[in-house]
């Protein structure tokens, strides 16, 4: 089996998934996955200021909607490493946003983003492909980017630990997903890959110890009896 957490293999796999990531994200969620979205990022909060954002692993562009409406007047960026996510999303910011949203194709583990620019972070759903070691130059990158003071959110499908809804959760991301997968999409593999990180990373509440690491204050959450976890804070 591949390295799942080499860079290229994780890129290689969005870049499959580009056209359809968006919907079954909803799917594979039972539709949850836009309400943890609004749940998450309400930890934000919202301003009138002309201030920075970032999105990080941004995919689609799912995100920005909300960004844009609770923070009128910031400027908003966007980070990912898929370029056919990348090219995706840009056809999102010409017709919903008239490009306003600075769109950048860059790994965020390997990044030339200024140092102590940004006013907040958010992220949704990227957490569970990076291994521990990423996931510690991923908090030093979230602290080095953002101003002091400066707040982040994250949010991730997880292992619930609930036994009985565990093992649902398991048999429908492993199992029907992959049949939906190839059903509408002719891949069923890619999907398969969902549940493969999700089993693997859990949840959020072992990553809020790497980010307490590199200096940042952090709050664990989880949504729905644990089907999905956050972490936010401020550094």
Same mark, same amino acid.
């Given at each position: 089996?591949?390295?799942?957490?080499? #860079? &290229?293999?994780?890129?290689? $796999?969005?870049?499959?998934?580009?056209?359809?990531?968006?919907?079954?994200?909803?799917?594979?969620?039972?539709?949850?996955?836009?309400?943890?979205?609004?749940?998450?990022?309400?930890? @934000?909060?919202?301003?009138? =200021? #002309?201030?920075?954002? *970032?999105? $990080?692993?941004?995919? @689609?562009?799912?995100?920005? =909607?909300?960004?844009?409406? +609770?923070?009128?007047?910031?400027?908003?960026?966007? /980070? &990912?490493?898929?370029?056919?996510?990348?090219?995706?999303?840009?056809?999102?910011?010409?017709?919903?946003? &008239? +490009?306003?949203?600075? *769109?950048?194709?860059?790994?965020?583990?390997?990044?030339?983003?200024?140092?102590? !620019?940004?006013?907040?972070?958010?992220?949704? %759903?990227? /957490?569970?492909?990076? +291994?521990?070691?990423?996931?510690?130059?991923?908090?030093?990158?979230?602290?080095? *980017?953002?101003?002091?003071?400066?707040?982040?959110?994250?949010?991730?499908?997880?292992?619930?630990?609930?036994?009985? /809804?565990?093992?649902?959760?398991? !048999? %429908?991301?492993?199992?029907?997903?992959? *049949? /939906?997968?190839?059903?509408? $999409?002719? +891949? #069923?593999? &890619?999907?398969?890959? $969902?549940?493969? %990180?999700?089993?693997? !990373?859990?949840?959020?509440?072992?990553?809020?110890?790497?980010?307490? =690491?590199?200096?940042?204050?952090?709050?664990?959450? #989880?949504?729905?009896?644990?089907?999905?976890?956050?972490?936010?804070?401020?550094?």
């Amino acid at each position: 089996m591949p390295d799942i957490y080499e #860079p &290229d293999y994780v890129k290689e $796999l969005f870049n499959q998934m580009s056209g359809s990531y968006e919907r079954m994200n909803y799917i594979t969620s039972f539709g949850f996955s836009i309400r943890w979205r609004k749940q998450f990022l309400r930890k @934000l909060g919202a301003s009138q =200021e #002309p201030i920075q954002i *970032i999105d $990080l692993l941004s995919g @689609l562009g799912e995100n920005w =909607e909300f960004l844009h409406k +609770n923070f009128p007047k910031a400027d908003i960026w966007a /980070l &990912d490493f898929s370029e056919k996510m990348v090219r995706q999303s840009q056809l999102k910011n010409a017709r919903k946003f &008239d +490009n306003k949203i600075q *769109i950048t194709c860059q790994n965020i583990l390997a990044n030339q983003l200024p140092t102590g !620019f940004f006013d907040y972070v958010s992220c949704a %759903y990227g /957490l569970k492909t990076f +291994n521990q070691e990423q996931l510690q130059i991923l908090a030093k990158e979230v602290t080095r *980017i953002l101003k002091p003071g400066g707040v982040f959110t994250f949010v991730e499908v997880s292992k619930p630990s609930n036994k009985m /809804l565990a093992l649902l959760y398991k !048999f %429908y991301l492993g199992k029907v997903i992959p *049949i /939906l997968g190839k059903l509408f $999409l002719g +891949n #069923p593999e &890619d999907y398969r890959m $969902l549940w493969i %990180y999700t089993e693997k !990373f859990k949840n959020t509440s072992y990553v809020k110890q790497v980010f307490e =690491e590199a200096g940042l204050e952090v709050r664990h959450e #989880p949504y729905f009896f644990g089907c999905a976890s956050g972490l936010s804070g401020r550094k």
